[in-house]
Each structure stands twice: as C-alpha cells, then as structure tokens.
C-alpha cells in the first residue's frame, strides 16, 4: 500500500534541498520571500537557513512543497 501511495506523491524522491534550489533559481529570494511569506526567504536568505527552518516547521515547508508543484507540475 505503501508503494502504491508514494507512486502517486509528485513530490516522491525530491529532497527539501532540491525544491529550495529549483524555486530559487525559477524566483529568487526576493520573489520567493513574496510568495511564500516566511522569514527565512525575507531576512538575509541563505540555502542553509531555509533549509534549517523548514525542516523544523511543517507547516511553513507545505507551503513551499505547495508552490513547487504549482510551479512546476
């Protein structure tokens, strides 16, 4: 059953690193920090501090896996 989930996951086998790097390179931080209202992309962004808050706030990293898939699915 498992299996069967994760085949329909877009997301499946994308690390958080990959989806940051791949909406940087699309947006920028500046455009990112105005789609995505979080500190870490409006506060003196960096890969690392993005990466470091997202893996510690769910809800914050949804909406950055949200706006991956609207912008490239």
């Known amino acids: 059953?498992?299996?069967q989930e994760q085949k329909n996951n877009p997301l499946h086998g994308l690390t958080l690193?990959?989806?940051?790097?791949q909406l940087f390179f699309h947006y920028g931080w500046e455009e990112l920090g105005n789609l995505?209202?979080?500190a870490c992309f409006k506060n003196d962004p960096s890969l690392k501090s993005s990466l470091k808050?997202?893996?510690k706030t769910?809800?914050?990293r949804k909406k950055v896996e949200k706006l991956y898939l609207n912008t490239f699915h």
Do not use: C
């Open 1 to 3: 059953m498992a299996l």
């Open 17 to 21: 690193e990959f989806i940051v790097k």
């Open 53 to 55: 808050f997202l893996r």
């Open 36 to 38: 995505v209202k979080i």
């Open 58 to 60: 769910d809800w914050a």
